[in-house]
């Protein structure tokens, strides 16, 4: 009889403890790194400072054109005009796109706009940097002109 006591006293607790503090969630702190999101289904993360100053609007279709079916998580607190941007794009490429609000204060270092699959990616490289390195053309070296078959031999073609 002791035993059923307490299992009913547990009960009785777990539920005062989510009626306080609502039901427990898995990674509280990753989805609100990644707006609403797990790491692992997150392809593209930009921090509200490199939308502002870098301009990351090709990188974002980019990834959008190679990842396509997946949804764009923009921060509610992001400027209207960077909005508009960001869904003129979104409805070009027809990507759903969700708008999050953020708890607490915004700063630079805030996540701005998250792209991420509805299962997991495990992509490694999810920042905004990683994929810039990936398509910033590299200067390509002009192939060595030929030598003519006399220059071999110190005689020059004049």
């Known amino acids: 009889m002791k035993g059923v006591f ?3 006293e547990k009960d009785v607790q777990d539920y ?6 609502g039901a427990p969630q898995l990674k ?7 707006l609403g999101n ?10 509200m400072k490199e939308m502002m100053e870098k301009n990351p609007l090709d990188t974002v279709k980019n990834v959008i054109e190679k990842y396509p079916d997946h949804q764009l998580y923009l921060n509610g607190d992001l400027d209207g005009a960077l909005q508009a941007e960001y869904l003129k794009v979104a409805k070009q490429l027809n990507c759903p796109f969700r708008f999050v609000t953020t ?4 700063t630079e270092e805030t996540t701005g706009l998250v792209y991420a699959a509805s299962y997991a990616m495990h992509l490694e490289n999810i920042q905004l940097a990683d994929y810039q390195e990936l398509t910033t053309p590299t200067e390509e070296t002009p192939p060595p002109k030929k030598q003519s078959f006399w220059s071999k031999f ?3 073609k004049k």
């Open 6 to 8: 307490l299992m009913a």
């Open 16 to 21: 005062l403890e989510k009626g306080l503090y």
């Open 28 to 34: 509280p702190e990753e989805k609100k790194k990644f």
């Open 38 to 47: 797990f790491r692992e289904r997150v392809i593209l993360v930009i921090t």
């Open 103 to 106: 708890q607490g204060s915004t």
């Open 154 to 156: 110190g005689l020059s």
